[in-house]
């Protein structure tokens, strides 16, 4: 089993940025690809990023193109989410989750962490 657990989430203002981590433990997941998605009040959940195993291949949601920014340390077991440029309307809970097969063009994860909050103020 893997277990994932965010962190770094809080209120910014609009322009600011933020940088969200996801800490992977029960077994390593550097064979994993890796990805963020967020849901805000109201909405259905929506893929933000994803990257794959080795970092040589990611994916991101056309609302985040050029502000946000996935990584990961392998030797730290851990994934990243810089958030750069943030608006109001990224407001949400944002998940990460991991996956042994998935494409970073797939939005099928088997394991998800509890979500940190962002919130983005005007």
């Known amino acids: 089993q893997v277990q994932l657990v965010e962190s770094g989430g809080g209120l910014v203002q609009a322009g600011g940025s933020l940088r969200l981590s996801c800490a992977a433990s029960g077994r390593t997941v550097s064979s994993y690809t890796m990805g963020w998605f967020r849901q805000a009040p109201g909405k259905e959940r929506e893929f933000v990023a994803a990257i794959s195993w080795s970092g040589g291949s990611t994916n991101s949601a056309d609302s985040v193109k050029g502000r946000f920014t996935i990584s990961r340390d392998n030797a730290k077991n851990t994934v990243y989410l810089q958030m750069n440029s943030l608006k109001p309307e990224d407001t949400a809970v944002y998940y990460c989750?991991?996956?042994?097969?998935?494409?970073?063009?797939?939005?099928?994860?088997?394991?998800w962490g509890q979500g940190t909050q962002v919130t983005v103020s005007s």
């Open positions: 989750a991991a996956d042994p097969i998935a494409s970073v063009m797939t939005n099928h994860y088997d394991y």
